[in-house]
């Protein structure tokens, strides 16, 4: 939450925001502004590994917009000849960022690419916990055991615009609404509730203990100390004097323009 802020605090110090997360001691190396730009990164991870005879597994997470880059199909490319521990997930959610599937891919089974390389694949509902957990552990289990590297296809869908300036105009409201009603967590709590797993007080507590938990993470990032933290570059991210520049001003501008500020009134 803090690294949402740009705080001094925050896993990146404040200098990757939303879409440059980086914590290497969790083992979660990004975050990458470029579309597909963190699949070659992950198969360096999985030859580094590979090379000092480590047991692990590099998940790398994608969209299917990403099948379409040069640099998907080189890393699944040397990825299947070095037999690399590296566990390919695309998250399809059918519209990349705003073209729908038919449109961008010429094949529609998006796991059967994955063949061209000779890597094991298969496509699971990805609204379906169950149906992920099971076939993520089967495939994590293969890349550990040296088969090489695994893809899977999970099939899933959002239901909020790529971005918030997307009008969302490539898509009818009644097909969000129908997705939203197999999202994944509806579906997953009906589940517990069928097998006598969840009742009302539970599913309570759990939501209630969550609230309070995002309300701590924003508490701790509002505190934290502005400024890009510890290191040889302290002190070159400042927001006030970013806001004092000519950029800085146009930005608050728009942002003002866009969002007034709400006054109270008595």
């Not at 404040?14 to 001691?25: K, L, T």
């Not at 190396?29 to 991870?45: D, E």
């Not at 037999?83 to 796991?111: D, M």
Request: proline residues 5%; positive net charge.
């Amino acid at each position: 939450m803090a690294e949402m802020y740009g705080k001094a605090n925050g896993c990146s110090r404040g200098r990757g925001g939303s879409m440059h997360m980086f914590d290497a001691s969790r083992r979660f190396y990004g975050g990458h502004a470029i579309v597909a730009g963190g699949i070659p990164f992950a198969v360096g991870l999985a030859l580094a590994d590979k090379l000092q005879d480590r047991r692990r597994v590099t998940a790398c997470f994608f969209g299917e917009g990403a099948m379409a880059e040069g640099e998907f199909h080189e890393s699944m490319n040397l990825a299947a000849l070095w037999r690399l521990p590296v566990l390919f997930l695309c998250e399809n959610n059918l519209y990349a960022i705003s073209t729908p599937l038919p449109v961008q891919q010429s094949e529609r089974e998006l796991y059967l690419k994955a063949h061209a390389y000779r890597i094991p694949s298969e496509a699971v509902d990805g609204m379906d916990v169950y149906a992920v957990e099971t076939a993520i552990a089967r495939a994590a289990a293969a890349v550990r055991r040296g088969d090489g590297p695994y893809f899977l296809e999970l099939r899933t869908y959002r239901f909020r615009g790529h971005s918030m300036g997307d009008p969302q105009r490539y898509r009818a409201k009644e097909e969000i609404a129908d997705w939203e009603k197999r999202g994944p967590i509806v579906q997953f709590v009906d589940r517990l509730r069928r097998d006598g797993l969840l009742d009302d007080a539970t599913l309570a507590a759990i939501e209630r203990d969550v609230g309070e938990e995002v309300a701590w993470a924003v508490e701790e990032a509002e505190r934290g100390p502005w400024g890009a933290g510890r290191g040889p570059r302290e002190g070159r991210l400042q927001p006030g004097r970013w806001l004092s520049s000519p950029t800085g001003r146009r930005c608050a501008r728009r942002c003002a323009r866009r969002w007034p500020p709400t006054r109270a009134s008595s």
